[in-house]
């Protein structure tokens, strides 16, 4: 199966691909790791006559800690990238052990997280951790940059507020030192495999109350779905078991499955009550990273 012809560009700024994209409007794409794009690509899923790269954009690729506003992870840091960097080993653990949950060691190696969240695949396993730990994402495009709070920028499979000729450009996690976060997934093998339900949780004790807590919820809805009311039954309360379990069936109440080839929604409801107790319980234990 051969790749169809097109015309490519490596823009050295930002300005100069948002300018390409404009230029050429729908015919245009942009083109990350190409670990999704070029698949579709070539099974004649997607057609474009110009692809824009961004490979020459390194300062894309940056995590970096900034003073007052949080971690800054570049769109273009690839799973990889956050499964090895310090600073999120160190900050957000569980951003960098999401990562590692994701497909196989080459795809992390190309695949980005700015590819992984434009997808707005409602199974990718990047957009629940960055939600509950309450996550912008920054956008830059012919009229200036703009952020959104992450969960705002889903709109339904594969759409998202992004224009066409917007360039996804960070994500910025804010400070958070007292609050425990964990991204579990449920994949139908050990590894290399799209998840069946994915739930990542947040929580803010103060003693044994939870002071705070954020819970979002991965291929059980049209786009990552926040659990609010599961949020509402925590906050205030005392940490026990009976109440992680009254929280399990709060959140398999909340979410919106669909039966597919991965399971059916009455089984994903249930993944959804087991997953959302042992990731508040792993966030509560964790409580620092
Ligand atoms: C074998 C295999 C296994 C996989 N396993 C998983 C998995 O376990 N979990 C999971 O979540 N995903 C998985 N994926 C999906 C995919 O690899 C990821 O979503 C990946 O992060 C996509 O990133 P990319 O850089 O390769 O995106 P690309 O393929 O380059 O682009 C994808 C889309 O995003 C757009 N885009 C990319 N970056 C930007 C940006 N900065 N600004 C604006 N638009 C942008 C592109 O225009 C395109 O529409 C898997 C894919 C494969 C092929």
């Known amino acids: 199966m051969y790749l169809p012809d097109f015309d ?24 990350s790791g190409g670990t999704d794009l070029m698949v ?13 790269s961004m490979k ?30 310090t600073l999120l080993n160190e900050k957000y653990l569980s951003v960098s052990e999401a990562a590692h949950q994701m497909a196989s060691n080459q795809i ?9 969240v434009v997808n707005a695949v409602p199974s990718a396993d990047l957009p ?22 992450l969960e ?21 996690i804010p400070d958070q030192p007292t609050t425990g976060s964990t991204y579990m997934k449920f994949g139908l093998r050990k590894s290399g ?31 990552p779905l926040r659990a609010r009311n599961t949020e509402a039954l925590l906050i205030g309360k005392e940490y026990t078991d009976e109440l992680l379990e009254q929280a399990g069936v709060a959140a398999a109440a909340e979410s919106k ?7 059916s929604a009455e089984y994903r409801r249930d993944m959804i009550r087991v997953y959302t107790k042992r990731s508040l319980k792993a966030a509560i234990t964790k409580g620092h990273c």
């Open 152 to 172: 705002e920028f889903f709109t339904g499979p594969g759409r998202t507020v992004l224009a066409q000729n917007e360039i996804v450009t960070k994500f910025t």
């Open 8 to 31: 490519y560009y490596a823009p050295q700024t930002i300005q100069e691909a948002c300018s390409l994209l404009t230029q050429f409007g729908d015919k245009a794409k942009l083109l």
């Open 128 to 149: 629940p951790i960055l939600i509950a730990l309450g996550a912008t994402i920054t956008m830059v495009g012919p009229n200036g940059e703009r952020s959104v709070p």
């Open 108 to 116: 992390r190696h190309l695949g980005t997280v700015g590819g992984n």
């Open 56 to 85: 020459e954009l390194n300062e894309l690729k940056e995590i970096s800690y900034q003073q007052g506003k949080g971690v800054v992870i570049g769109a273009r840091a690839t799973h990889n990238d956050l499964v090895n960097s």
């Open 257 to 263: 499955p669909i039966s597919d080839i991965r399971g």
């Open 40 to 52: 579709k690509f070539k099974h004649g899923i997607l057609a474009y006559e110009v692809l824009v």
């Open 193 to 223: 495999a799209l998840a069946v339900v994915g739930v990542a949780s947040a929580v803010t004790m103060e003693g044994n109350i939870i002071k705070d807590a954020k819970i979002a919820l991965g291929a059980v809805a049209a786009t």
